[in-house]
């Protein structure tokens, strides 16, 4: 996985800067409560949700065991449908295979549709090191790549603004972009939406390039799919000459039988929507419409090891909704930033460690920004268990060792050898019964000091529970 948000602190003290931050908190807590409160009623018109729920895990389960016979097959659509199949094993290899793809065309710029998959892999910062210009043309990520920010929610980017500050980014830099914001631009979100489609019109007008991801790839007939809700991605996908679509090898479905299930799925746990208003589905290339030269890079960069793990695997099920976010209260309180992924929220809690391991602070300390409580499990389309997959990581940070796993090994050590020896227990138990009013108020050590910060430790009795039970009970 590319490092652009390594060297970020880890999650304890990335998210205990956050919290801080009021703006930030009242952002997120009005938006996650709107999209979530629309995606319950959105589930509830269906009476065959649950049905459909499970139909979607049972597909991806069955399509992640037979992974490699699928992509072969799509591989052999693509190509005899007019396009071009790349494989990439890492963020390296595909970031290569795009640059000298633009590089080929002789174009210097290039419009993007949100990816996820190429904000992975760090595409847009590797693209301008190479003297190329990547334009984000989602309005979210639009008003992310202006302000020199970092997205903090799959589907809403920006979700951390408000309204206020969007209209001082446009203002500020949108001139250094492309067109600037009109004179007197406002907050109001129709005068908004109207400054950023004026400037990225001349972008889509001129763009040779396009590049995207796709929320899902038919396996039998070569088809893309995006869905979209502001045209931009339509636009993308048709007026340049060549479109080049970096996608997760887990994207992968086998029939349009299949793909019916999630285009009922997504829209409804994503933007709440019954369907979304752009769909666009395109098969290779057709002489006189659309690109004439179609490029579909395969990305693996960590799914392989994923797909391993019989536990962890089940995070590639995942459709990129985005419901888990909007019900955790880690990420309602520490925002996206502090995960230090472009995978926040409980799911990338899970995925960021398995495609770009745990050596790092930062993705050791993902497996433990969950309260466990269950509510990212109960609204997820596809039913991917998160809580049993981040204790499954808990483990497997707790077995590759670090200073806070080995003095918690030491103090399990020497409490074993304690309960072991009956005589050593009473001794101590005695020892702490008559020292109790000298004993600390606060436990010593950041870790430990954290937890009575906010918590009394409960007071020791006067005598152990074993001397009053002698006293009275024998």
Not at 101 to 129: D, F, P, R, W, Y
Not at 200 to 213: N, P
Not at 404 to 420: F, P, Q, Y
């Amino acid at each position: 996985m590319s490092g652009t948000f390594v060297g970020m602190p880890a999650f304890p003290k990335a998210a205990r800067e956050a919290v801080h931050d009021e703006r930030l908190r009242g952002n997120l807590r009005h938006a996650t409560h709107t999209i979530r409160d629309k995606r319950a009623r959105a589930v509830a018109e269906l009476d065959d949700w649950a049905a459909l729920r499970e139909a979607g895990k049972r597909i991806k389960d069955d399509t992640l065991r037979r992974l490699d016979t699928y992509l072969l097959q799509l591989e052999e659509s693509v190509t005899a449908a007019g396009g071009t199949v790349h494989w990439a094993a890492d963020a390296a290899e595909a970031n290569r295979i795009v640059t000298d793809l633009v590089k080929a065309t002789g174009e210097t710029e290039v419009v993007k549709v949100k990816s996820m998959a190429t904000q992975e892999i760090g595409l847009n910062e590797h693209l301008e090191a190479e003297g190329i210009a990547a334009y984000e043309t989602d309005l979210a990520e639009l008003i992310v790549q202006l302000g020199e920010d970092r997205p903090s929610h799959i589907l809403v980017p920006a979700i951390h603004r408000n309204r206020g500050e969007i209209r001082d980014i446009f203002r500020d830099r949108m001139g250094s972009w492309g067109r600037p914001a009109p004179d007197g631009l406002s907050d109001t979100p129709a005068e908004l939406a109207e400054a950023a489609r004026l400037h990225l019109r001349e972008k889509f007008l001129r763009a040779g390039v396009g590049i995207s991801g796709a929320n899902f790839m038919v396996a039998e007939t070569g088809t893309l799919v995006v869905v979209e809700s502001e045209g931009n991605g339509r636009m993308c996908l048709t007026l340049p000459e060549t479109l080049i679509s970096v996608v997760g090898i887990e994207k992968v479905v086998p029939t349009w039988r299949d793909l019916e299930v999630f285009l009922q799925t997504l829209p409804r746990s994503s933007t709440a929507e019954r369907m979304n208003p752009y769909t666009s589905m395109w098969t290779g290339t057709t002489d006189g419409d659309g690109p004439s030269a179609f490029h579909l890079v395969l990305l693996d960069n960590g799914r392989t090891e994923a797909l391993a793990d019989e536990v962890g695997r089940q995070a590639l099920r995942c459709i990129r909704c985005s419901a888990c976010l909007n019900v955790c209260p880690v990420y309602e309180r520490a925002g996206g930033h502090a995960y230090g992924s472009v995978y926040p929220g409980p799911i990338g809690a899970i995925l960021t460690p398995q495609l770009r391991g745990t050596a790092s602070e930062v993705d050791a300390s993902l497996p433990y920004a969950s309260s466990l409580c269950g509510a990212c499990y109960e609204v997820c389309p596809v039913a991917i268990d998160i809580p049993e997959v981040l204790v499954h990581l808990r483990e497997r940070v707790a077995e590759e060792g670090g200073r806070g796993h080995r003095l918690e090994r030491a103090a399990i050590k020497a409490s074993t050898w304690v309960l072991d020896h009956p005589g050593a227990l009473t001794a101590g138990e005695r020892l702490a019964s008559a020292a109790r009013k000298a004993l600390p108020k606060r436990l010593p050590g950041p870790g430990a000091r954290q937890w009575t910060d906010h918590r009394d430790l409960p007071e020791l009795p006067a005598e152990p529970f074993r001397e009053w039970w002698r006293k009275n009970r024998t």
